[in-house]
């Protein structure tokens, strides 16, 4: 992180400006500024970040890594070649006497010479050349490029382009030729010479790309003390297709790690899925072969933690074969159980007409009833029958358990009784349990009213030392604090001679209080507390 001149910060201050660098490293905020208003990398050193005090540098910069002292006079700009500036129409005296230029002397002339100069004749004067000066600094003046116009390299790409699309186009006919002479002397040949002709036959297409010239060539040196022989390796990647970071150029989009050229989301998510050719690297993780390893691994993760002697690492094909029978058991189980249900309660799915009495709920039964609902002709329907046990009365109970529900509790309606087994008393019995209820209430709430607040007693504080006390002596919290004092005076005296008095009184009436305070301000050795008690 760039930093100002070094200045002196507290602990705290230190560790609040090493939280916001790593909280800059991380992502989770905004980089520094400088005074350009430039972001500066939080990933620079501070060796290299932080500016020499002689700067007195006030903000953050990285100017100090800069070239801050350049020479004003330096310039990158060069001579114009072939520049003219002006022509005369007659000779000037000290002007060349070869071509009657001003800026040269006939013996640095580079035209031809002539046969009488401009100096008799006072024709063809030549232009005056631009003269330009320039001070270019140590690194301008041996700089062998300097000047130099890059356009001018325009035609040698341009003839060795020519040479490649010429070696391309005979290649392409040689191929083309050979082909036609193979299929005109195949062509009388039964129909296994057929195959081969098909087989023999190459796409134009596929002849122009079988025969580029240097496409995609890396040249490797293996196995030579100087470094080895030349291997040439294709690389595979099509340099057309646009790379995923460039997809979607929002800062808001997926997420690109350039550590492991990685974008685990859909870079364009609202694209139509026909036209995009990329949708990010989840897409692969979630089809294919990879979600049936995916599953695989699951299954052997599972099957170990049930007992299974099975490690996909260890024994891959232990653990596919395992997985294998596992899901054919699966669908036997799945189809079993589909089979018992279906034969259980039908399957309304399939194509078989029901019956009609099932269908319409009619028979062919008829039955008449008389006013009163008693059956006059036929037989009634007969109800169906449950496998427990319907209407059993026990222990002299009219209704059923079950019947009755209080206070989360089921019982029995005659009685309002809870006890399962327990016999009915009828309506006495209800009559007493609320009599009871009663007088249960009445006792709670005369036993309330009758209980009084008890007094605040005042806290004595007992003495703890010694053994030889009254067990009634009471200690006086003033008297105590002053003891406490006391002791802390006598303590520091100890430590310290020089602030012990010269005359000294000493007073050897020893209170409970001070019998207390030495107790408290005791440092026993075998406590592991005691290092902090001071």
């Given at each position: 992180?760039?930093?100002?001149?070094?200045?002196?910060?507290?602990?705290?201050?230190?560790?609040?400006?090493?939280?916001?660098?790593?909280?800059?490293?991380?992502?989770?905020?905004?980089?520094?500024?400088?005074?350009?208003?430039?972001?500066?990398?939080?990933?620079?050193?501070?060796?290299?970040?932080?500016?020499?005090?002689?700067?007195?540098?006030?903000?953050?910069?990285?100017?100090?890594?800069?070239?801050?002292?350049?020479?004003?006079?330096?310039?990158?700009?060069?001579?114009?070649?072939?520049?003219?500036?002006?022509?005369?129409?007659?000779?000037?005296?000290?002007?060349?006497?070869?071509?009657?230029?001003?800026?040269?002397?006939?013996?640095?002339?580079?035209?031809?010479?002539?046969?009488?100069?401009?100096?008799?004749?006072?024709?063809?004067?030549?232009?005056?050349?631009?003269?330009?000066?320039?001070?270019?600094?140590?690194?301008?003046?041996?700089?062998?490029w300097n000047g130099y116009d890059a356009a001018s390299y325009a035609h040698v790409i341009e003839r060795y382009e020519a040479r490649d699309e010429a070696r391309r186009k005979f290649l392409k006919e040689q191929q083309l030729k050979k082909l036609e002479e193979k299929n005109n002397n195949q062509n009388g040949e039964d129909s296994d010479g057929e195959e081969n002709e098909d087989a023999l036959k190459v796409d134009e297409a596929k002849v122009d790309e079988s025969k580029q010239m240097d496409f995609a060539k890396v040249e490797k040196r293996v196995r030579t003390t100087g470094g080895g022989s030349t291997g040439t390796v294709r690389n595979l990647r099509i340099r057309e297709d646009t790379a995923k970071y460039l997809l979607n150029l929002d800062v808001n989009s997926a997420h690109y790690d350039p550590k492991t050229r990685s974008m685990r989301e859909d870079p364009l998510p609202d694209m139509d899925p026909n036209e995009k050719f990329y949708a990010g690297d989840n897409q692969n993780r979630v089809s294919g072969q990879a979600l049936e390893f995916k599953q695989l691994n699951?299954?052997?993760?599972?099957?170990?933690?049930?007992?299974?002697?099975?490690?996909?690492?260890?024994?891959?094909?232990?653990?596919?074969?395992?997985?294998?029978?596992?899901?054919?058991?699966?669908?036997?189980?799945?189809?079993?159980?589909?089979?018992?249900?279906?034969?259980?309660?039908?399957?309304?799915?399939?194509?078989?007409?029901?019956?009609?009495?099932?269908?319409?709920?009619?028979?062919?039964?008829?039955?008449?009833?008389?006013?009163?609902?008693?059956?006059?002709?036929?037989?009634?329907?007969?109800?169906?029958?449950?496998?427990?046990?319907?209407?059993?009365?026990?222990?002299?109970?009219?209704?059923?358990?079950?019947?009755?529900?209080?206070?989360?509790?089921?019982?029995?309606?005659?009685?309002?009784?809870?006890?399962?087994?327990?016999?009915?008393?009828?309506?006495?019995?209800?009559?007493?349990?609320?009599?009871?209820?009663?007088?249960?209430?009445?006792?709670?709430?005369?036993?309330?009213?009758?209980?009084?607040?008890?007094?605040?007693?005042?806290?004595?504080?007992?003495?703890?030392?010694?053994?030889?006390?009254?067990?009634?002596?009471?200690?006086?919290?003033?008297?105590?604090?002053?003891?406490?004092?006391?002791?802390?005076?006598?303590?520091?005296?100890?430590?310290?001679?020089?602030?012990?008095?010269?005359?000294?009184?000493?007073?050897?009436?020893?209170?409970?209080?001070?019998?207390?305070?030495?107790?408290?301000?005791?440092?026993?050795?075998?406590?592991?507390?005691?290092?902090?008690?001071?």
């Open positions: 992180m760039a930093t100002a001149s070094v200045a002196f910060k507290s602990r705290e201050d230190h560790r609040k400006q090493m939280e916001l660098e790593e909280a800059r490293k991380a992502g989770l905020a905004p980089a520094e500024v400088d005074e350009d208003g430039k972001e500066i990398n939080p990933h620079i050193p501070q060796y290299m970040s932080s500016a020499p005090w002689y700067l007195n540098a006030e903000r953050p910069s990285l100017k100090h890594q800069r070239k801050w002292k350049s020479d004003p006079n330096y310039t990158k700009s060069w001579y114009d070649r072939g520049a003219k500036i002006y022509q005369a129409d007659k000779y000037r005296k000290g002007a060349c006497e070869n071509c009657g230029a001003m800026t040269h002397d006939a013996k640095s002339c580079m035209e031809r010479p002539r046969k009488l100069g401009a100096k008799w004749t006072s024709k063809n004067i030549a232009p005056d050349e631009k003269i330009e000066t320039f001070e270019l600094d140590y690194d301008g003046k041996r700089d062998r699951i299954h052997a993760w599972e099957a170990f933690e049930k007992g299974n002697d099975v490690h996909m690492q260890a024994a891959p094909s232990q653990a596919e074969l395992l997985y294998k029978n596992f899901k054919v058991n699966k669908e036997k189980l799945k189809s079993q159980v589909k089979e018992t249900i279906m034969d259980k309660y039908g399957n309304a799915a399939t194509d078989d007409a029901l019956p009609a009495e099932l269908l319409l709920g009619q028979s062919e039964r008829e039955v008449e009833y008389d006013r009163a609902g008693r059956i006059i002709k036929g037989q009634e329907m007969a109800l169906p029958k449950s496998k427990y046990e319907e209407d059993v009365f026990i222990n002299n109970h009219t209704s059923v358990w079950g019947s009755w529900w209080k206070d989360h509790q089921w019982g029995y309606k005659c009685c309002k009784q809870f006890i399962r087994n327990s016999y009915c008393t009828g309506i006495a019995g209800i009559e007493a349990a609320e009599a009871a209820a009663d007088l249960m209430k009445a006792n709670i709430a005369r036993k309330e009213a009758a209980e009084e607040v008890p007094a605040m007693t005042e806290e004595k504080q007992l003495a703890t030392w010694g053994t030889d006390i009254p067990e009634d002596l009471v200690l006086d919290q003033e008297k105590l604090a002053l003891s406490l004092k006391k002791e802390d005076e006598r303590k520091r005296e100890e430590r310290d001679e020089r602030k012990r008095k010269y005359n000294v009184k000493w007073n050897d009436e020893v209170t409970a209080e001070d019998m207390e305070a030495y107790r408290m301000k005791k440092v026993h050795h075998d406590d592991p507390m005691k290092d902090f008690l001071h």
